[in-house]
């Protein structure tokens, strides 16, 4: 049996959403916490392929650079720096799930009810002011480039300076200035020659050097 | 591949201008000697601030003008209000300086903090977009949650940051929620296409029901009851020219924002929302009125007095015509310059080298310090809206407005509760003529107190209702034919 180009989509398709739902089960499913990780890492692999079956590659890519790169290498650290018990945070794990299935049930139906009056209300696509730019005509790199960079430049800014406003207020709320701790003073550092930071002394035996002498403008701290 | 066109920058000079600006003061201050970064770069604050006004005024045609696609829009109405967020931060910037430097808070990040949070609620003026509305909200309330824990090492100055922080990331969530439900059921964040979109027919049950959310968001913004429980502690907890800030400014910011979202994009669909509004106003009035009555701590009185004011500027919005706007921009100008003048007296309340916040600390006063006890009676009086000042004009203007939408009951329970608020600012009045002192305030310190007071005091004097009256109304009518 060959296989032609479509077979071959809808085959790594299958295999692609095999793993990420076996992953899926494994993360919650497993015993040690950093193996959960690692399953997650994988589920994260996989809908990466997914993304890029479904011709969004740049999707893809964040999702490989942004969540296994970063943001899984932290769960990791947290999961192996912290002691957390996980055996404790199981305990009651069959008590609580036929009120978490009941909770989970509601979610399911009102999303399904809001869908299905979202169905009802009609189509409201002629109001859609910035509509994607065409896929036939760039890819979705530059689609994506073109919508942030671009159109919603405004928001873009905005976000960055509520980003700047974060790390002043970090700054604020937690830089303590503390009396007597020794700072590297760069230029001081580079300014100093060889001829004024060390002296090559003749010591006659049993004699030693003078200390006094070797005090220097320099040492002023 | 199109080239895009360069966005027309110049309907948000003053937002560019401020943005830049903030960051070149951040420069100033860390490159600043120690002692000397918080004074300059307070003086170079208020500087940029006067320049953005200017640029503002300047940039004042008459025409609406929308740049960035839509996102940004500049009008009449968005001038007026600008100027009011700039005066009222340029007041609390002019009261901090002796405070911070006493609680040993003179950072200079505080001045850029409140540029930043400037340049947060022009873009909520002007926005023109459920996105840039969230953005320039969320701008100016994390600038505002740091200032509020600016003092780390006082336990109810951190309370108040967190409170403030924590609620408000809850109504965040429930504003975005709501954003969500309408951009679902209409397609559109765009203001303009959402007012065509309800116009053409009634609002479907989502879009409905998402406006709801928006409106809790906005309506904890400008603590309006029932999400106002934040308020009181955050006002107490906070230091002074930062309540005074909290009170002034981000309240004419949201609430333009409020009439933005509601007359804007929602101004054709006024029965839709109309109850709402009127059930928080009277809320609001109610709280105010009866909850201040039994405060003893002026800071708390301050913040239900807020409330209430609150209550009342929301009566004009519930009329929901541009008479409605007009009274809103008008009573949110006039409750501007009572705020200000209200904090600068409180940061004159010292005795023994010490803040005084009881209202029992100013018995007597009228005995040992007559301008300052004429000062606040003035304003007080302003307050409770007794006729001849201007705290009375903007409630007849409000009210007025209800009356000709038909809303007598609001208006009746608007004027009930006005009496009713009389009583706890007469109480001050009456705790500094008529009651013994127990020894005399400390003379005013600072510069920047003594001139908000006295400037507020004037303005809100029976001597320049006269000369004012006709160049207020007139500029909020102005304001408000954006919205015509």
């Known amino acids: 049996m060959t296989l032609d180009a479509a077979g071959l989509v809808s085959f790594s398709f299958y295999l692609f959403a095999a793993i990420t739902v076996a992953s899926g089960l494994l993360v919650i499913t497993a015993r040690n916490p950093v193996h959960s990780v690692l399953w997650l890492i994988l589920a994260f692999f996989s809908s990466a392929g997914l993304f890029v079956l479904l011709g969004a590659e740049f999707l893809a890519m964040l999702l490989v650079i942004v969540y296994v790169g970063a943001v899984a290498v932290l769960f990791l650290f947290v999961v192996m720096m912290l002691d957390i018990d996980f055996v404790r945070l199981r305990e009651g794990f069959q008590q609580y799930l036929p009120f978490g299935l009941i909770i989970a049930g509601i979610l399911v139906g009102e999303l399904i009810t809001l869908g299905g009056v979202w169905q009802a209300v009609g189509d409201v696509s002629a109001n859609l002011a910035d509509k994607a730019p065409d896929a036939t005509e760039v890819d979705n790199t530059a689609a994506l480039g073109q919508l942030i960079y671009t159109q919603y430049i405004f928001i873009f800014q905005t976000a960055g300076m509520v980003l700047l406003v974060a790390m002043i207020g970090a700054i604020v709320l937690t830089l303590r200035s503390r009396p007597g701790v020794k700072k590297q003073n760069i230029g001081r550092q580079n300014a100093r020659r060889p001829d004024e930071a060390f002296r090559l002394v003749d010591v006659e035996s049993g004699q030693g050097v003078d200390p006094s002498a070797f005090r220097q403008t320099g040492d002023r701290e | ?484």
């Open chain 2, 1 to 484: 591949m199109t080239q895009a066109a360069i966005p027309n920058l110049a309907p948000a000079l003053a937002e560019v201008f401020l943005a830049v600006a903030a960051m070149a003061l951040l420069m100033i201050g860390v490159f600043a000697n120690a002692q000397k970064a918080f004074g300059r770069t307070q003086v170079f604050a208020a500087l940029t601030l006067v320049i953005a006004a200017v640029l503002v005024i300047s940039g004042a045609g008459g025409a609406r003008v929308e740049t960035f696609g839509g996102l940004f829009v500049s009008d009449n109405f968005s001038v007026f209000m600008k100027v009011l967020v700039v005066l009222g931060a340029l007041g609390s910037l002019a009261l901090a300086g002796p405070y911070l430097r006493e609680h040993k808070i003179a950072r200079f990040e505080f001045p850029v903090l409140m540029v930043l949070s400037v340049l947060g609620m022009f873009i909520m003026i002007s926005s023109n977009n459920l996105m840039s509305l969230y953005v320039g909200l969320e701008l100016q309330s994390l600038a505002l949650y740091v200032l509020a824990a600016i003092n780390r090492d006082r336990n109810r100055s951190t309370e108040a940051g967190l409170k403030y922080f924590v609620l408000g990331a809850l109504s965040s969530g429930m504003m975005l929620y709501g954003i969500s439900l309408i951009y679902g059921f209409s397609g559109t964040m765009d203001f303009d296409i959402l007012a065509g979109f309800v116009a053409g027919h009634a609002p479907a049950l989502g879009l409905v029901v998402g406006m709801v959310f928006v409106i809790t968001g906005l309506a904890f913004k400008v603590s309006a009851v029932p999400f106002h429980m934040w308020t009181p502690d955050v006002y107490e907890g906070a230091p002074t020219p930062v309540t005074a800030f909290f009170a002034a400014a981000p309240k004419a910011a949201a609430m333009a924002l409020f009439v933005r979202v509601m007359m804007g994009a929602f101004g054709d669909t006024v029965d839709s929302w109309q109850q709402i509004i009127i059930f928080i106003s009277i809320a609001s009035m109610l709280v105010g009125a009866f909850i201040a009555l039994v405060q003893t701590n002026i800071k708390r009185l301050m913040a239900y007095s807020s409330i209430g004011h609150i209550g009342y500027a929301l009566v004009g919005l519930a009329a929901g015509t541009t008479a409605g706007v007009e009274a809103v921009a008008l009573y949110i100008a006039i409750y501007v310059t009572m705020t200000l003048g209200t904090f600068a007296a409180i940061l004159a309340m010292r005795r023994d080298g010490g803040q005084l916040e009881e209202i029992g600390d100013l018995a007597g006063l009228s005995k040992t310090n007559l301008p300052l006890a004429v000062a606040i009676a003035t304003l007080m009086f302003s307050l409770a809206g007794i006729p001849l000042l201007f705290g009375f004009l903007g409630k007849y203007y409000v009210f007025l407005a209800a009356w000709q939408s038909g809303l007598v009951e609001l208006v009746v329970i608007g004027l009930v509760t006005s009496v009713v608020s009389c009583y706890y600012y007469l109480r001050i009045v009456k705790v500094m003529f008529f009651d013994e002192p127990d020894g005399a305030l400390e003379p005013i310190q600072g510069a920047g107190v003594r001139a908000v007071l006295s400037i507020s005091a004037l303005v809100n004097s029976p001597l320049s209702y006269f000369l004012l009256l006709a160049p207020l109304a007139g500029a909020s009518a102005w304001a408000a034919q954006s919205f015509l």
